[in-house]
Nanobody, 123 residues
């Protein structure tokens, strides 16, 4: 079974940084595309980032581009989300996800969701 376990959330001040980790199992990154979604209080879930293994490209939502970086460690089946210059509007539950759609990952809604980890950014 596909398993996605996000961790690393917490409370940070605006302008600070946080690194999330996602331990994935049940698939490899050339089978499903891993990535991140988030859901702020009272808001719809939205995409954050995903990795296209086929051409080694990474998609970022405009709202996080230039501030967030997604990386992977294939040997550990783990992805990371380095979040810099955090803003209060980044406050959300962050979900590690996996996407069946082959390419590009940004064209598809996730098929698998982790439980999520809370990120709170104070002003």
């Amino acid at each position: 079974d596909v398993q996605l376990q996000a961790s690393g959330g917490g409370l940070v001040q605006a302008g600070g940084s946080l690194r999330l980790s996602c331990a994935a199992s049940g698939f490899t990154f050339d089978e499903l595309s891993p990535g991140w979604f988030r859901q702020a209080p009272g808001k719809e879930r939205e995409d954050v980032s995903c990795i296209n293994d086929s051409d080694n490209t990474t998609y970022y939502a405009q709202s996080v581009k230039g501030r967030f970086t997604t990386s992977s460690d294939k040997s550990k089946n783990t992805i990371y989300l380095q979040m810099n210059d955090l803003k209060p509007q980044d406050t959300a539950v962050y979900y590690c996800v996996a996407i069946r759609g082959y390419y590009p990952c940004s064209n598809y809604w996730p098929d698998y969701w982790g439980q999520g980890t809370q990120v709170t950014v104070s002003s």
